[in-house]
């Protein structure tokens, strides 16, 4: 399987591969874009089976990128890694298409959680 990791840090993309493969999914194929407007590009040119995403970034934002792909008709599972993490923003997640939204700081054990409820 392949996942994308979307995120304007690459620290965070970095704690955000070591993290899933801590949670397990170390012999799944990851790739990485800086933002939104890269993220769309990463996912007509890769195909991933996964997004994650951030919600806050240049260019294109996370939720932007969301609702791009949505209006183009493209499906991809899709969740947020975010710092921030309201009810309106996981209400608004949702209503855009997103499965899930998990808050930073987080565990391998929350992408063991939520990834397992969504990549069945």
């Known amino acids: ?14 704690i955000v591969t070591r993290t899933l493969r801590q949670a397990g999914y170390g012999d799944h194929v990851f790739v990485e874009a800086v933002d939104g407007a890269d993220g769309l590009a990463k996912v007509a040119g890769e195909a991933p089976d996964l997004v994650l995403s951030d919600w ?34 996981r209400a608004t997640a949702e209503q855009a298409g997103a499965l899930f939204l998990i808050g930073k700081p987080f565990t391998a054990e929350t992408f063991a959680e939520q990834l397992g409820a969504v990549l069945v």
């Open 1 to 14: 399987m392949k996942i994308l990791i979307v995120d304007d840090s690459k620290a965070m993309r970095m």
């Open 56 to 89: 806050n970034m240049p260019e294109v934002t996370g939720i932007e990128f969301l609702r791009a792909l949505r209006a183009s008709g493209n499906d991809v599972r899709f969740g947020f890694v975010t710092s921030e993490s309201t009810d309106a923003m």
